[in-house]
Structures are given as C-alpha cells and as structure tokens.
C-alpha cells in the first residue's frame, strides 16, 4: 500500500487528487490538510465525494505527515513546498510539488519571476521535472517532483517532436492559449466572478507571464539550443480546460504529411498523449476529466509555419492526472493506474 498525505486538499487541484486516489486499492489517504477548512468532513465541503471518501481535513502537522506518509502532494501556491520537501527529504520520503517550486532550475530565475527567496538550493538541483512523456527515466527514481505548469504541458506536448528533430527555427514560437478560469485557483478574486467572466474573452501576463520561462527552460534542453518564445495566456468562461494554439517557422519547407507522420511516430506508444486524424482538430471537451492530451498538426506551406493546437484539461492532464502519472512511476506501477478515463461529452 502507497501512503499518500494531500497538503491543501480543497483547492480544485487537491480536491482533484482526493478523487482521484480516493478508491484506489492500492492508497491509504493518511492526512488531507487545509487551513481553512480543518475539522470539516471533506465529503461534506464537496457532495461529489458523499459516500466514498469519508475524511476530516486537518491543520498541516508537518512532522506527523512526514512520518505517516510514503508520498506527499503539494498543492499549494509557490512559496510553500519548500519546508515541507526539506522535512520529507530528512525523513527519506517522496514529494511531488504541484506549484512552481521545483520547476525552475535556476533560483535565481525563480526569485525574479515569482518574488520570492529559493531557500532550498540543493533540493532544486535534485528535483525531477515531471513530465512523463519528456523524461520518465529520471521520474522513477526521483524523491522530488516538479509537476508541470498547466499551459506548459500542453505547450510542451505540442512542440516535443519538432524540438528533439531541430526542425524550428529558434525564437519563432508563438503560444496562444486560452484557459477555463479553475486554472486561477480557488481563492476568492474578483476577476474570477462568474459576472466578470460570462460572456467575455480576456487575454492577461501579456508579455510577463509566469509560465514563460518554465517553456524556455524545457524547449532549450529539447532543442539543445536556447529558445525564446511569445507566450500569452487568456481566461475564457468555461470551468476548466486549456486549448493552445502553437505556431512555428520550420528550417526546411515540408509537408502536412510529414509533419503528420512526425506526431504519430513520436506518440505512438504514449498512454495520454492522442494525435488526431490530419485534418480533425481537437476541442476541450474532448478531453474533460481525462489525463489525455490531443494534437491536431498541419503545416501551412504558404508561411512555412507548423500548426499546432493541443488540449488538456488543466486539472488532469495539467495537474492532479498527471502527479498521479508521476506516483505510479515513482512507485513502480504501471504509468496508467487509475488514469483510463474516457472524456464527458456532451
């Protein structure tokens, strides 16, 4: 048995855990934190979970959890993984940090984008960036995770295949994606109301989002050369999903078809990642609940430019699905456990 422990277990991401490693046969849930909901039955602060998980959340007791859990989830803003890595490393135990933490291989870096102090070098160096179809190697052995941004993994996945062949031409990416407003955290914000939203399409970190340098950092170590990007974000009104649309300039003039073989030559043996039909374009709904990713690919031999639109959902595929994808390999089980899910439609 896997024992797993939940620190900040009723934002839509810890929640999203619960569900997710709730029945499983092979997890005890040992602790489920939450400073603003302890003493409360969680089932009872979510109905969807009435009947199946029968919890208290509680005030985070960090040496406890330590001691009683194999595995802790951190689904907290940045800031505060930090100890609480540092604790669970002393007591050999594992970590997969769902906020920015770990991400950034350089403090310095981390400290510019996100304001505040890095004060655990040393543990930054050992994370591991938990992007399973990237690196899935470095994950089964890895005490730190560093679970991916949300709009970085669909970015990522869109863009794997070009960057390892060297076909983009460095710092002619654009990134265009559009979020369902989950992804701003659960947290009372006034842009969030559902009257500030409904009926409404807004781009925002236009040109400083924190996102940026963590697609950087990783398309560098793909392409093996430094690359830059014009990444922007925006929230659309819809619960939860992200849709990218990436284009590229390739060095040499190609086809659709090749572009196409490309793709489904790179993920055919990956569990989560679709590449659809050339000509089928992928849509959010698609994939809602699931810890899939779908690409649609063309090239535009007008522009010479790649085309690339992927979808995920940002809960799964752009958080929970995918720390959990990185605990069934940190712990020797097959990479799908508990993930094969077919997406609600309508």
């Not at 100890?83 to 490393?89: E, V």
Request: proline content about 4%.
């Amino acid at each position: 048995m896997i024992h797993v422990s939940i620190i900040g277990a009723t934002g839509y991401t810890g929640v999203e855990l619960v569900r997710l490693l709730g029945l499983r046969e092979d997890v005890v849930l040992d602790h489920l934190t939450s400073r603003t909901y302890a003493g409360q039955k969680i089932q009872h602060l979510f109905p969807h979970l009435l009947g199946h998980i029968d919890h208290t959340c509680e005030e985070l007791d960090l040496e406890q959890v330590t001691t009683d859990s194999d595995v802790i989830f951190v689904a907290l803003p940045h800031g505060h993984a930090l100890p609480i890595a540092k604790k669970a490393k002393e007591k050999g135990k594992k970590v997969i940090d769902l906020g920015a933490d770990f991400r950034l291989k350089d403090a310095a870096v981390y400290e510019e984008w996100y304001k505040v102090a890095h004060t655990e070098p040393e543990l930054l160096e050992e994370a591991v960036y938990g992007l399973p179809e990237w690196d899935r190697d470095a994950i089964k052995d890895a005490t730190v995770i560093a679970n991916p941004g949300c709009f970085v993994t669909s970015i990522l996945l869109g863009l794997m295949p070009l960057m390892k062949k060297g076909w983009v031409v460095p710092n002619s990416i654009v990134c265009d994606s559009k979020s369902g407003t989950s992804g701003a955290g659960r947290a009372g914000n006034v842009a969030n109301l559902f009257t500030e939203v409904e009926s409404s399409f807004k781009a925002y970190g236009v040109a400083h989002h924190r996102h940026t340098p963590e697609i950087e950092q990783l398309l560098t170590q793909m392409a093996g050369t430094d690359t830059m990007i014009q990444f922007t974000p925006h929230l659309v009104p819809m619960s939860r999903g992200i849709l990218s649309t990436i284009y590229a300039t390739v060095k040499e003039k190609t086809t659709a078809a090749e572009i196409q073989s490309l793709f489904e030559e790179a993920y055919a043996d990956e569990p989560f990642v679709q590449v659809l039909p050339a000509g089928m374009w992928p849509m959010t709904k698609s994939v809602k609940g699931t810890n899939n990713c779908q690409l649609g690919v063309t090239y535009d031999e007008r522009t010479g430019r790649v085309i690339i639109v992927s979808v995920i959902d940002n809960l799964m595929k752009g958080a929970a699905g995918q720390a959990v994808q990185n605990m069934n390999l940190m712990f020797g089980l097959a990479e799908t456990t508990g993930l094969q899910m077919i997406g609600l439609f309508p």
